[in-house]
C-alpha cells in the first residue's frame, strides 16, 4: 500500500535507527526527527504503518519491528543512511547521544566503514582551504580508524575540535598540519587526542 511522505519518513527513520543502533527508537526520538510536539502525532504515523502492513508494535518501548519481508526490501534498496552532525566532540572522544547531535543528514552507506562510530562535523575556518575544505562543509569523520600519517583528523586542542593533517616531523614528534599557508604547524603541548579520521566531505550549495 502507498505511503504518505511523511508515514515513509518515519519508516526510513525506523530502518536507519535499527541499522545503526541494534534497537528501535523510541517515541520520543522519533518525535524529535519528525521535529513535532505530541507523541499523538507520532502514534499515528506509527498505527498507520501497521495497518499498512510495514511494521508492527507492542506496547513497551523499543517494540516497533519491522515485518521480515518489509526489513529485507527496504535493506536491499537502503544505499544512505541518517549520520548524526555532532555540535562538539568533548575530550575522550565522539560520544554520539541525542544530547549532543544537534541534526542528522542522509549520507552514502559506500562513504562509510562503521556506521556506528561515523559521525557528521560542521567545519570552522579556514585552516584546510588549499585542499578544499572550506568553512561550513560538513565532514564524514570515522572515529574506528587509527589515523596514519598524511590522515585528514579531527584533533582536539585548548578545549575544541580542529581539522588537521596528521603528521611526523624529523625528530619523531606528532603535529597537525593547516593546509593554509597563513597558519603554522601545531604541535601539541600535552597528549594530543584524535577523535576521528574524516573520510568524505559533504557541501550544501544554496
Known sequence: MNLTEKQQKVLSFIRD?????????????????????????????LN????KGYISKGDTPRSIKLLDEVKERLTAAAKTFLAPVLGYIPAGGPIITE??????????????????????????????????????????????????????????????NTVKRYMKDKEGRIFLRPENEKYNDIYPESELQIQGVVTGLMRRYL
Open 99 to 160: 544530547e549532543n547531535i544537534i541534526d542528522r543528514m542522509n549520507i552514502d552507506i559506500s562513504m562509510v566503514r562503521d556506521i556506528s562510530k561515523t559521525f557528521l562535523l560542521q567545519v570552522k575556518g579556514d585552516s584546510m582551504i588549499d585542499i578544499g575544505i572550506i568553512e561550513g562543509d560538513t565532514v564524514i569523520v570515522d572515529g574506528s580508524i587509527e589515523p596514519k600519517l598524511g590522515d585528514i583528523v579531527i584533533a582536539l586542542i585548548d578545549g575544541g
Open 17 to 45: 535507527y535499527q541499522f545503526e543502533n541494534g534497537a528501535s527508537p523510541t517515541l520520543k526520538e522519533i518525535r524529535q526527527y519528525m521535529n513535532v510536539n505530541s507523541d499523538n502525532s507520532v502514534l499515528k504515523h
Open 48 to 51: 498507520a504503518l501497521v495497518g
